[in-house]
């Protein structure tokens, strides 16, 4: 590789490092391993968690292998809409999502929502028999999941009611995500 391509690499995964939406991320990942390490993987065969590379931008950010299955987990750090009953995923990474559970795996995701105190989330429909958070429903006449194609990049909404409430987060994890709240 020649040294200005590895100079400017080093320097966008120092500028991708350094945003504040990845440090936010960043914490609400350290407060959900936390919990997943506080509740274990006991009643599905495995301690191990695997983290991907956090040098750049990435879809999934934990990965389990358990009796021949592989789950993927993925966190994200933000808030529910204040309007609708909703949350957000860019529409790339859930269709990237639904691939994955397209082929066989099981997809996690977690929502570590500051301004409702708590992590929520769950498994993706296609891989488990209960219904998934991305189940079609209807929420006051509107469609799940929601798709809007917003400057150039999607966001799919997903509902509140199909979500399964995991943990309150405690004083000290709202402390830990407080700096990095608002802005880029």
């Avoid at 966008?12 to 490092?17: M, V």
């Avoid at 350290?30 to 506080?38: A, H, T």
């Avoid at 006449?141 to 399964?164: A, E, I, W």
Wanted: include cysteine; proline fraction near 3%.
């Amino acid at each position: 590789m020649n040294k200005n391509l590895e100079e400017e690499l080093e320097q966008k995964t120092t500028e991708f490092n350094n945003l504040k939406t990845t440090k936010l991320g960043d914490v609400g990942e350290e407060i959900v391993d936390n919990w997943l390490y506080v509740e274990g993987f006991d009643g599905w065969g495995t301690s191990d968690i695997y983290s991907v590379n956090h040098e750049k931008s990435h879809i999934i950010d934990r990965v389990v292998f358990t009796s021949g299955s592989m789950i993927a987990f993925d966190v994200k750090t933000k808030t529910s809409r204040d309007i609708y009953p909703d949350i957000s995923i860019d529409t790339p990474d859930y269709k990237t999502y639904k691939k994955l559970a397209e082929n066989g795996n099981y997809v996690m995701v977690f929502f570590v929502d500051y301004k409702l105190k708590k992590c929520y989330g769950g498994f993706l429909s296609g891989v488990r028999k209960e219904r998934g958070i991305d189940s079609e429903c209807y929420v006051d006449g509107r469609r799940y999941p929601f798709h809007v194609d917003s400057f150039g990049k999607g966001v799919t909404y997903l509902p509140l009611q199909n979500m399964t409430d995991f943990f309150c987060l405690s004083d000290d994890d709202l402390e830990r995500l407080k700096p990095f709240i608002g802005g880029k």
